[in-house]
């Protein structure tokens, strides 16, 4: 408790009883004098830590009794806070007083009596030094915490700085300054419990609330600040007795914590400073919603409006990551999502399929993998526009062709070649080609692989093209081949390209065997190959 002396120079007595009631609560000693000639008096006999002096006094004015008392050397250290309900045009009579360091406009409330006071106590002194002297006085007085950690983004990324913390499992508050606003992310044991930001508008938040959280939009105005104000104490209270339910307040954190810190991975972040002896808020300690960067940053995408593709119609391929140092804390990342990273590795694999594997609505798998970006653990690439063929073809030699036509550079194909029914099967399953390549076995009926028999490799869902045999065709095999594309033994890596390659509805090159190619029907525009590795 503070032991601070206060003398009181006012001709008010209300005024004398409401300074004295409040300042007294709060520890002070406080003197009063009623007009200026006693307050010269109590100055040079108690020499007070401060002086709260009213402007308009019987007789004389508070610049005078302010000179008056000044002059002795006893009393030349002391602060004035200069009081009056002339505000301005009283306080620019002081100016050229080094000892009145602040002004109290009346009418005035016992917080702001209680600010003043407290101010002027705590800087008083070094103000009446550096105007007397014409020293420099700081900026910002009484910050002891000083950050740990601090510099700005033209080197390293924030995802860099979380990760640093994360691994090091360090505890305290990060703070980041974009152009227009400051964000604040609290951290226990490296994982983010909450985001905080007094200046964020919080209708952008309450805007991407789904619908059953719309009634908790009002309290964004109180869990966007510090999390130290009483507002924030008036929450944690109505926890403690059970009005509030502790989820729905945890979902609304979560989403503020997502929106926030997209706002910053999506913005152009200036610098940051990381202050390890600041506390979890007690909202924090009560609902902290303990998850990793990737999480929020996977609950920010799918929570944002959802835009326009702006790569429609341009194949994307997407690739896990490695980077040295990058931290995979997967904390409140759902089981679907981590199974939709799972299936990514070095080789690009488009949404399409990443859905498929991870069953995953597109535009669900699209946005985690956006997340993922954020966080850098994936990245995306422009695919070039390659097509897949799987090939069933027994014939060694006639499978190094199909292979050496693959392995051609730039002719818009990838693809396998397999010897035997039960490799092609597994393909299949894997992959949806864009098509395929059979060997028919025996020149008197159509002999393709008994499993894919009544199949959709046979009935119009895959583009099909056969291999017949060189020998001349029996016309129970013609009859077989009627509708399908066809191309004869034997065959170069020209013949093959040509007949996947042609347009549905044009007869495919024939090579060297006997007979043209039957007209296309169906999806047999496209050809799929698979091979044994």
Known sequence: MTTSTILVIDDSATIRKMVDSHLSEEGYRVVLAQNGEIGVEMAREIKPDLILLDHQLPGTTGLEVCRKIIQYPECRHIPFVVSST?????????????????????????????????????????????????????EVVGETDQPALSGDFRWLGLREVIDFLNNGRKAGMLEVETDRNRICFFLNDGRI????????????????????????????????????STRVDGLVELLDKKVL????????????????????????????????????????????IDTSLAGILVDGTLNSPSKQDATAGIQIGWIKNGLRGQNLDRAGLSATHIQL????????????????????????????????????????????QTRTLIAFEPDAQQGAVIRTMIDQAGNGWTGHVVRDEFSMQLLLKRKTPDALLIAVQGDQELNVPESLRNTAVLNGQHALVLIAPAAEISPPLAAALQGFRVIHRPCNSADLLAAINSPQGKPASHGNGAGPAAPVTGNAAVLCTSGAE
Request: proline share 8%.
């Open 341 to 384: 990273l799972s299936h990514l590795d070095s080789t690009p694999r488009n949404i399409a399929e990443l859905a498929a594997k991870s069953g995953l609505p597109r535009d669900e798998a699209q946005a985690v993998l956006e997340g993922f970006r954020l966080a850098e653990w994936v990245r995306s690439e422009t695919l070039t």
């Open 193 to 228: 419990q909450g985001v905080v930001s007094p200046s964020f508008d919080s209708v952008q938040i309450a805007d991407q609330l789904p619908k059953s959280m719309s009634e908790l939009a009002p309290l964004l105005q109180f869990t966007l600040s510090s999390g130290t």
């Open 245 to 288: 339910d502790p989820r729905m307040l945890r979902t609304l954190l979560r989403h503020q914590a997502a929106a926030l810190t997209r706002y910053c991975f999506t913005s152009q972040p200036k610098c940051f400073s990381f202050h390890p002896e600041r506390t979890l808020p007690s909202l924090f300690n009560k609902v902290s």
């Open 86 to 138: 002339l505000r301005k045009q009283a306080y620019i009579e002081y100016m050229d007083v080094p000892n009145v360091v602040d002004s109290l406009p009346k009418p005035f409330t016992p917080n702001l009596l209680k600010m003043a006071v407290a101010n002027a106590l705590e800087t008083g002194a070094m103000i009446v030094a550096s105007q007397t002297n014409g020293t420099a006085v700081p």
